[in-house]
């Protein structure tokens, strides 16, 4: 089975709904067709802030080509959480889908794997798609460990995942901590070896549904490095920060990752 591909636009604490708005309106005015279409082989989100996700709506499935996520989403169901947005409001919202456990949440806001691991279980059970996103630092990268260091990321993160759970609404990143706006990158050779290790996890631990899952990779990518990444197998599109705010920039990134052969 062909994986699918997913280029994301991860726009973090940027951008008021009216330029969300005109970013989005210009993203969708120049889609490449297999996107625009709606194919199910390669797709497209955005993740604008909790408060213009509703503006986004028109450009979103089903009237428009876009999935839309949120960045974030609680690890609690529903309750007495002063500032939490849980996943039964988001899908309530329309929203399709949530980025889980990126760096900045785990080292700006203290999120740890335990939280991560509820947030991922929580978001699949109310029928979200999960960005579940793992990553060394430089630390652990220049010591060597980065591949135990990541793998244990993603075991934590799935371990109260039950098997019947684990299908295409999860979607694995791999993002170094170090290259995420830094502007340097993995090499591809580095991103195919950490993709490869990740896949291989996911076969022996969930079998072929778990091997199936697109794994992208995030940290630095722009349209010049977009090409050799997803030249190395087993990179199946990106998570795109800081390229993403800029329409033309995502674009070409979303065009050289729909014509990856
Ligand atoms: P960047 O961000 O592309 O700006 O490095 C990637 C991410 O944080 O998902």
Known sequence: MARTRWTIGNWKQNLLRGAAEELATAVVSDLPEPVAEGGKQV?????PSFVALDVLRPWVRPQGPLFLFAQNVAAQEEGAFTGEVGPDMLRDAGVHGAI???????TLFGETDTTVAR?????LEADLRVVLCVGEGLEVRESGNHESFVISQLSAALSQLPHELMNERLILA????????????????????MHRSLRAWMEKHFGSAGADR???YGGSVKP????ALMAVGDVDGFLVGGASLEAEAFLQIVRLVVSAA
């Open 119 to 123: 947030k991922v279980k929580l978001a």
């Open 43 to 47: 797709r497209v989100g955005i993740a």
């Open 174 to 193: 791999y993002e170094p901590v170090w290259a995420i706006g830094t502007g340097k990158t993995a090499t591809p050779r580095d991103a195919a070896a």
């Open 100 to 106: 889980v456990g990126h760096s900045e949440r785990r």
């Open 214 to 216: 697109s794994i992208l």
């Open 224 to 227: 010049n490095n977009a090409a």
